[in-house]
């Protein structure tokens, strides 16, 4: 679990180094429930 977290960690570090991030078509992939909740977690993150 904690090599995940460390995983998760250092993707949301590189995707908060974007100035924009768009997700287009997003509504066509399957998501796991931990998938779409990391997905909009990073969203949150972006928009502060």
């Known amino acids: 679990m904690a ?5 998760l960690s250092a993707l949301e570090k590189r995707w ?3 100035d ?4 287009d078509e997003l509504g066509y992939v ?5 998938g779409s909740e990391l997905l909009f977690q990073i969203k949150d993150r ?3």
């Open 16 to 18: 908060l180094k974007f």
């Open 30 to 34: 399957p998501f796991s429930k931990t």
């Open 46 to 48: 972006i928009q502060k």
């Open 20 to 23: 924009v991030v768009m997700g």
């Open 3 to 7: 090599y995940e977290e460390q995983k």
